[in-house]
């Protein structure tokens, strides 16, 4: 089958698109994964998903039920917490690393980083929500920019893993805080430039934990996720 001679790149698309998936809550959590569905939403062969399922399972996004298939990872208050202390920790780690040895290349990548966040933050502020995705892949390219410096690609890779999850929770529960949250941005990208690391992991803790409590609270709100299908 030609599905299985170019199966490399096959797999790994799939991979990505079902981890995207499960991240923005197209796939629930604790939803079974059929093998035969998935096959035909996402046009791969069974043995390309099983392998791609137990990948996932090791990086926390599935779980594998023995013979009984797999599912969607559940998601709890208490992981929340725990995800949201662990991105804390690695990332105030990142930025102390990477204000030290950032150059005028990584100055550049911030500010380009933090232009593109920022046009999206003022059109969510603004209620256009067609931009959701958009909006959190250049939050994520933000963060990620500010600790690209850092030196170290395993912390890059943890950080990028744990920051994932984080923004899992986010989705589900389609969380913006609109205007502090931006604010927030520009205060840790002022910090960068004038490589202030100990602000910015003052900051930093404060938007994780704020962002941690607007989640749990849009919780107890009605569900948009219906309205925005």
């Known amino acids: 089958m030609m599905e299985e001679t170019s199966s490399p790149t096959v797999s790994e698309t799939t991979y990505r698109q079902i981890r995207t998936d499960i991240i923005f809550g197209r796939l629930e959590p604790a939803e079974k994964l059929k093998l035969d569905q998935l096959r035909e939403r996402y046009g791969a062969s069974i043995s390309t998903l099983r392998e791609i399922l137990n990948r996932l399972a090791s990086d926390g996004l599935v779980v594998a039920e023995g013979q009984r ?31 030290a040895a950032g150059d005028m290349d990584w100055e550049g990548r911030v500010v380009a980083a933090h232009h593109k966040l920022s046009q999206m933050e003022k059109r969510m502020m603004a209620g256009d929500r067609t931009v959701t995705a958009e909006w959190k892949r250049y939050d994520w390219e933000f963060h990620q920019a500010l600790i690209s410096a850092c030196g170290s690609r395993t912390l890059m890779e943890t950080h990028a893993a744990i920051f994932d999850k984080y923004l899992r929770y986010q989705m589900l529960s389609l969380t913006f805080r609109g205007e502090i949250a ?29 962002g941690v409590d607007h989640a749990l609270a849009a919780e107890k709100k009605p569900s948009e996720r219906t309205r925005q299908r």
């Open 69 to 99: 298939g797999f599912e969607v990872a559940p998601v709890s208050r208490d992981n929340l917490f725990e995800i949201a202390a662990l991105r804390q920790l690695l990332e105030c780690y990142a930025l102390d690393l990477s204000f």
């Open 182 to 210: 931006a604010i927030e941005h520009k205060q840790m990208l002022d910090c960068a430039l004038k490589r202030d690391a100990a602000t910015a992991q003052e900051i930093l803790r404060r938007h994780v934990a704020a």
